[in-house]
């Protein structure tokens, strides 16, 4: 027998997705239900590390000061490292695209979704249920979804009914499941060990080091933390989570650089795993559901950019479901519109994403590349610009890019890292 209770929209999964999703919604007047099967703070396996342009998206909808407040660490730049080459680049102007704020930020997830969630719960439109389970979507007679079964702290189901229901509950969405429009991912099946550090040399860059078709990514964050995330295959990954930390120190060493920075540093916090890192989805839209985030398919977390798809995600698909919750026989043609801008927007850097996911798979590969962007530190800074989620790829088209990317004079270089090894 169901309990019932009802919304405008009820939001599954509290990540930036859900969150940013149901405090736009909210702010505009409609009633919103926001659940998430874990009490916050709460952990999440992540890189913490949020491009440039995730900053004026935190603004939007007033969690960047707080953020900052929390002692966020600034991220101006990237290094990227391959056994044989070493490239620096900077988040920084070119044309007429520039880094909101100067670059990204580095924060823990648990200080990050926490605020997100204690600001939903400020909302009078919002309710804030946690703890609180999807089983999944609820179809009416004519297919269109009317509401969520969830399953509530005491073990109870609970129909909660809505106009509108939107799955922002991650990688493996249960909400996509339940509408049938989950797809097949081609790519390989990754997984990533996710280690935060205390006494790690503060630096305001973030890192990757490539090794062999791996690769480490780190960033400085909040409270003089620094993560490191190792990304592998997942037939590679031990079995017993007592090998994990030989597995990590054993990768370790095929990153000498990464290596020295952490070999006077300790392990702060028990070391997660989170996987396999793909799904890919058909649709991301139907009447009454919509998908967001991690939810409407994964890439590899190369490049960083997660964050920046949720909360991007969220701003377009507010505007969108406020359009048809307005008028609903605008409702086919608003989501028509969130799908279209979401292509737009994310369909080139989930490309680029994909491309540099295949070229880490080829022995060669990223030391040449690598080499490239060590030699002409502009394509570095371009790449930057791409991944920050500032510098559009049609940006690549205007030669005023191009001249600022190359004319810019550098600083001269530091001393970044100590030499490598040799014969590395
Ligand atoms: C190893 C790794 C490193 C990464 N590094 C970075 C990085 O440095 N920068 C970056 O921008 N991105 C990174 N990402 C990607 C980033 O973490 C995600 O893109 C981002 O968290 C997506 O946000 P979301 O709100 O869509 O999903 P999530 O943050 O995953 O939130 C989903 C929420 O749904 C809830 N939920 C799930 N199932 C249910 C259920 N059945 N019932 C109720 N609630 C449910 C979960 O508890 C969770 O709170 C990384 C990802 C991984 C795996």
Redesign the pocket.
């Known amino acids: 027998m169901y309990r019932e209770r009802e919304y405008d929209v009820v939001v599954?999964?509290?990540?930036?997705?859900?969150t940013h999703t149901a405090l736009r919604l909210g702010r505009l007047g409609w009633r919103v239900a926001l659940?998430?099967?874990?009490e916050f703070p709460?952990k999440?396996?992540?890189?913490?590390?949020?491009?440039p342009a995730c900053l004026p998206l935190l603004e939007e909808v007033g969690l960047l000061e707080d953020v900052l407040a929390s002692g966020a660490a600034r991220v101006r730049g990237m290094d990227i490292v391959t056994s044989g080459h070493r490239a620096r680049g900077d988040y920084r102007s070119m044309g007429t695209y520039s880094p909101p704020r100067a670059g990204g930020i580095g924060i823990r997830r648990e200080v990050l979704d926490h605020q997100a969630v204690e600001a939903a719960r400020t909302e009078p439109n919002i309710t804030v249920l946690l703890g609180?389970?999807?089983s999944g979507p609820v179809s009416g007679p004519e297919g269109r979804t009317i509401g969520l079964s969830v399953i509530d702290p005491e073990g109870k189901r609970v129909l909660l009914r809505s106009r509108f229901v939107v799955g922002?509950?991650?990688?493996h969405s249960?909400v996509a499941r339940g509408l049938g429009w989950t797809g097949k991912y081609p790519g390989p099946a990754r997984f990533?060990i996710?280690a935060r550090f205390e006494g790690v040399d503060r630096r305001k860059e973030a890192e990757v080091h490539i090794v062999g078709g791996n690769y480490f990514?780190a960033?400085p964050i909040d409270d003089g933390l620094f993560t490191a995330?190792l990304?592998v295959d997942g037939n590679r990954l031990p079995k017993g989570s007592s090998e994990l930390e030989p597995f990590f120190q054993h990768h370790l060493q095929e990153a000498p650089l990464l290596a020295e920075r952490l070999a006077g540093a300790h392990l702060s916090d028990p070391l997660l795993t989170?996987g396999p890192?793909r799904s890919e989805n058909r649709r991301c839209t139907g009447p009454g559901a919509a998908l967001?985030?991690?939810?409407c398919g994964f890439v590899d977390?190369l490049t960083?950019?997660?964050?920046?798809?949720?909360m991007r995600g969220a701003s377009m698909l507010a505007s969108a479901l406020d359009r048809a919750l307005a008028d609903p026989a605008r409702e086919p043609s608003a989501l028509r519109r969130y799908d279209r801008d979401r292509r737009r927007d994310f369909a080139p850097r989930y490309a680029l994403a994909r491309l540099l996911q295949r070229g880490l798979q080829r022995p060669g590969v990223p030391d040449r590349v690598v080499g490239a962007l060590e030699r002409i530190p502009a394509l570095c800074d371009l790449l930057l610009g791409l991944t920050g989620d500032y510098l559009p790829a049609r940006g690549l088209l205007s030669p005023g890019v191009w001249r600022s990317a190359i004319q810019h004079e550098r600083p001269a270089p530091r001393n970044l890292f100590r030499s490598l090894p040799d014969g590395q």
Do not use: H, Q, T
């Open positions: 599954a999964g509290a990540g930036p997705a859900g659940i998430d099967r874990c709460r999440k396996p992540c890189g913490e590390f949020l491009s609180w389970r999807v922002a509950d991650g990688l249960r990533a996710v990514a960033c995330n990304v989170c890192l967001v985030g991690d939810a977390p960083g950019e997660g964050l920046y798809f949720a």
